[in-house]
């Protein structure tokens, strides 16, 4: 959540604006080019490719509480009750809050994309062109895990289209040009490079951002970002709060991997294997016997779902899905999720330091489900357990009492700031099983101080690893 403030979708409401990119156009090569050459290209693009881009302006309705005689006040010195004493309770209020945004045309008939946030709960979405004329639109689909959102109007004619390219060709360095409406300023064009690839910035679950820094601002949001070759690599979504030169587009890759849904269903249908999952820390991996660490630890397997009938175990490590490597978590996530539900994918193991392929069916991922929940790591011990009598078991709701419970975790413990907490049950101590106190006394006989061990936890209904290092006692 910290990551979260220090970013800003760039879509401000209340008069506020986004930032949208531009569109594709002539072909330059700015490697070789000089810079008297690389400018006039960019006019050339700006030029060609400014027709395809449109000014998104939405209208919602927005109520307010009526503790005060100017409707809520959060942050009212006095209390709520100082007004009450000479106003008496005002009524709930509506007002009217407006947006600006930016787009895309990517149909002679009207198929607009866009970011999510620039129309979510919007009563009203109007679109201009850069010619000047405006058209009412509709939601024809939208996802807010990846913000992209797809909208329509009815134009009188074909429309001038965008081109839309392979995010996965860009490189850092490579030149980009947005255009857009930041801060409600039509057309506006800027220029730069792209920075970073796959930037992560607690977005979402799907977030793999290119960085740019080709100035965007508020109002440039849903607006696209594009190569020199004048095709659409980017969706312009967030900026970096009090920075200058940092922007993320999402990579358009990923909009036209869901477009189909989003045209058709009006929302995204994802894969689902039923894994929950976390990254692997050099202490796991060595107690595992992997060689690296890349790759996505199971820590569960849900009963009956495709990664269980697949015969995927708790402690496998997943390092391809469908020939496509796995890095981490978050590649497991976003290679899954595109996956076509239903279709048989192989997906490449390691269990006991050798390597195997199973092949698992693609089930459908619902909204109350999580494709993988990553787990923390920790270096040492700092907790107390104890055996699980029938009436914890009770209290705890646990068909049966097998593992060891902590009761208490250590003030200021490595423990304590690797997360672990008083109901958490012990299931495996490196490779031994855990049902009792003898085989969790067993399992850490003879651990010197500074060694490390590999536990497995569970929290409410997940399992997670975490790898203790045994501390000095005191």
């Known amino acids: ?4 403030r220090n970013f800003l979708c760039c879509l401000f409401l209340a008069g506020a604006i986004l930032f949208a990119p531009g569109i594709p156009a002539a072909t330059v090569d700015a490697a070789s080019a000089p810079a008297g050459a690389v400018s006039g290209g960019f006019a050339d693009l ?49 007002y009217r809050q407006r947006g600006l ?40 689909g939208r996802d807010a895990n990846t913000d992209i959102a797809l909208i329509k109007i009815k134009p009188n004619g074909d429309l001038p289209t965008a081109l839309l390219g392979d995010s996965d060709k860009l490189r850092v360095g490579d030149w980009v040009l947005a255009i857009g409406n930041p801060f409600g300023l039509e057309q506006t064009v800027t220029a730069g490079i792209v920075s970073a690839k796959a930037r992560s910035i607690g977005a979402g679950p799907y977030d793999e951002f290119i960085q740019t820094d080709a100035s965007i601002n508020p109002g440039n949001s849903g607006g696209p970002l594009f190569n ?92 391809e899905v469908g020939g496509k490597a796995v890095r981490n978590t978050h590649d497991l996530l976003r290679l899954v999720a595109t996956l076509q539900v239903g279709r048989r994918v192989a997906l490449k193991i390691i269990r006991d330091g050798r390597e195997r392929t199973v092949e698992a ?19 040492r011990f700092g907790m107390t357990v104890q055996e699980i009598t ?46 009792s106190m003898k085989d969790y006394l ?30 000095k006692a005191k």
């Open 1 to 4: 959540m910290r990551t979260k």
């Open 46 to 94: 700006a030029e060609r490719l400014s027709p395809a881009v449109v000014n998104i302006s939405t209208t919602k309705t927005v109520k307010s509480g009526g503790t005060g005689p100017f409707g809520a006040m959060p942050q009212n010195p006095f209390g709520n009750d100082f007004y009450r004493r000479f106003f008496g309770d005002q009524p709930n209020r509506e």
């Open 101 to 140: 945004g930016s787009g895309f045309i990517i149909s002679r008939d009207g198929y607009i994309f866009t970011n999510n946030h620039v129309i979510a709960g919007a009563d009203k979405i109007l679109v201009k062109l850069a010619g000047g004329k405006e058209y009412p639109a509709e939601i024809v």
């Open 228 to 319: 020199l070759k004048g095709e659409v690599v980017g969706i312009n979504t967030a900026i970096v709060a009090q920075g200058q030169g940092i922007g993320f587009a999402v990579p358009v890759n990923m909009a036209k991997e869901i477009y189909n849904d989003l045209k058709t269903k009006g929302k995204v249908t994802r894969g689902w294997l039923g894994v929950s999952v976390q990254d692997l820390t050099d202490e796991m991996a060595a107690s595992l016997k992997i060689t690296g660490k890349q790759g996505a630890l199971v820590g569960d397997v849900f009963p009956g779902e495709p990664a269980d009938r697949a015969g995927i175990k708790t402690g496998d490590l997943i390092v």
């Open 361 to 379: 069916t693609v089930g459908e991922r619902k909204d109350a489900r999580e494709i993988a929940r990553i787990g923390k790591g920790t270096e």
């Open 390 to 435: 029938p009436e914890m078991a009770r209290h705890f709701g646990m068909a049966d009492k097998t593992g060891v419970v902590v009761t208490r975790v250590a003030e200021g413990s490595p423990a304590e700031e690797a997360g672990i907490q008083p109901q958490d049950i012990i299931l495996r101590v490196n490779r031994t099983e855990i049902r």
């Open 442 to 471: 067993q399992a850490t006989a003879g651990v010197k101080e500074e060694d490390s061990l590999l536990f497995l936890f569970r929290r409410g209904e997940s399992n997670f690893f975490i790898t203790l290092k045994n501390q």
